[in-house]
C-alpha cells in the first residue's frame, strides 16, 4: 500500500500530522515507491539551497596567488581520484574522504 494512500493513518482528527510514533500494525502496510521519491524530489528543496550555502564563489585561482603548492596538494588529493580512479585503484589508493 503506497504510503499517499495512508495518510489517513499518519494524520490525526483534525488532518494534521501526528507528533507520536506510529505502531508496527499502523506500519506493517506502509512502502515506498520510487514514484514517491520522484514526486518528492519536484517539491523538496536541499536544505543546503534553503541555507545560501550552495553559491560558488567567483574567485579563480588566479586571483588568490603565492598558493601553488596548496593548489597541487589540492588537485592531487580531490580532481585527481575523480578524473582518473583507475589509476588510483590501480596502485591500491582510495580518494580521501574529507580535505
Given at each position: 500500500?503506497?504510503?499517499?494512500?495512508?495518510?489517513?493513518?499518519?494524520?490525526?482528527?483534525?488532518?494534521?500530522?501526528?507528533?507520536?510514533?506510529?505502531?508496527?500494525?499502523?506500519?506493517?502496510?506502509?512502502?515506498?515507491?520510487?514514484?514517491?521519491?520522484?514526486?518528492?524530489?519536484e517539491?523538496?528543496?536541499?536544505?543546503?539551497?534553503?541555507?545560501?550555502?550552495?553559491?560558488?564563489?567567483?574567485?579563480?585561482?588566479?586571483?588568490?596567488?603565492?598558493?601553488?603548492?596548496?593548489?597541487?596538494?589540492?588537485?592531487?588529493?580531490?580532481?585527481e581520484?575523480?578524473?582518473?580512479?583507475?589509476?588510483?585503484?590501480?596502485?591500491?589508493?582510495?580518494?580521501?574522504?574529507?580535505?
Amino acid at each position: 500500500q503506497k504510503v499517499k494512500k495512508s495518510k489517513r493513518q499518519v494524520t490525526d482528527e483534525d488532518g494534521g500530522l501526528r507528533r507520536d510514533t506510529l505502531t508496527s500494525e499502523e506500519l506493517a502496510p506502509l512502502a515506498l515507491t520510487m514514484q514517491d521519491f520522484e514526486e518528492a524530489v519536484e517539491r523538496v528543496q536541499p536544505s543546503a539551497k534553503r541555507e545560501g550555502f550552495a553559491t560558488v564563489p567567483d574567485v579563480k585561482w588566479e586571483d588568490v596567488g603565492s598558493l601553488g603548492d596548496i593548489r597541487e596538494e589540492l588537485s592531487l588529493s580531490i580532481c585527481e581520484p575523480i578524473l582518473h580512479p583507475a589509476k588510483f585503484a590501480a596502485l591500491g589508493l582510495s580518494a580521501p574522504t574529507g580535505v
